[in-house]
């Protein structure tokens, strides 16, 4: 059974710059979760779904950073316009439904650079 | 806001040694702990779980929760140079979706 996938794994963009990331989570899986991992602010959740629908926009995050789902097996995040201080590694989790009992299953990520 | 603290931020035990993490979280409503292990260039991968008071083991690595004070601690014993790498403590809750992380826990076992 494949895992969760992402692509690109590495990004380079200009400031100023539209990219956009792409994940495929566990087949069969409701939930789908975003987060940019950095050295100093760790673990940050940018966006979650569940069975397609978005629940958390991320906030802070909400107005360069979208997030969708176009189906079950899809989704994209898109950085618009991208800025030095976004350079980290992006995150796709997945997991078997909602509720905290379930276990979230984590991609390789994409490490996005912005000059 | 809910917060997950782990302690200490870095850790370098020898081979062979003992490895004691700790994590605690500030919501009273949480009722699940999840300890990931994540390597160098790597993603986070679940290593443990506990959801009830007590203690569970598998293999090296042992895991305690006290629900009444919201702490959970991971132990690897006989550490090895493979199990250097950053440990991340989660907490949820059965009613809700999000998973708050805490900052983690480099260990580093020296050979």
């Known amino acids: 059974d494949a895992g969760v996938t992402q692509t690109p794994r590495h990004e380079v963009a200009e400031k100023g710059q539209t990219i956009i990331l792409k994940c495929e989570p566990v087949s069969g899986h409701n939930d789908l979760f975003w987060y940019r991992q950095t050295k100093i602010q760790g673990l940050e959740l940018l966006s979650y779904?569940?069975?397609?629908?978005?629940?958390?926009d991320g906030g802070a995050f909400k107005d360069r950073f979208k997030a969708e789902m176009l189906n079950s097996s899809f989704s994209t995040l898109k950085i618009q316009p991208t800025e030095p201080k976004d350079s980290a590694v992006y995150l796709c989790?997945?997991?078997?439904?909602?509720?905290?009992?379930?276990?979230?299953?984590f991609g390789p990520g994409t490490r996005l650079t912005v000059l | 806001q809910q917060k997950v603290q782990q302690s200490p931020e870095s850790l370098i035990v020898p081979e062979g040694g003992m490895a004691s993490l700790n994590c605690t979280s500030s919501?009273?409503?949480?009722?699940y702990f999840w300890w990931y292990r994540q390597h160098s260039g790597k993603s986070p991968k679940m290593l443990m779980s506990i959801f009830s008071n007590g203690e569970k083991e598998e293999g090296r690595f042992t895991v305690h929760l006290n629900k009444a004070s919201l702490h959970t601690s991971l132990h690897i014993r006989d550490s090895q140079p493979s199990d250097s790498a950053l440990y991340l403590c989660?907490?949820?809750?059965?009613?809700?979706?999000?998973?708050?992380f805490g900052s983690g826990t480099r260990l580093l076992v020296s050979p």
């Open positions: 989790a997945s997991r078997a439904d909602w509720g905290g009992a379930y276990e979230q299953y």
């Open positions: 779904f569940r069975s397609k629908s978005l629940m958390e």
């Open positions: 919501d009273r409503n949480v009722d």
């Open positions: 989660a907490a949820s809750m059965t009613g809700g979706y999000k998973v708050v």
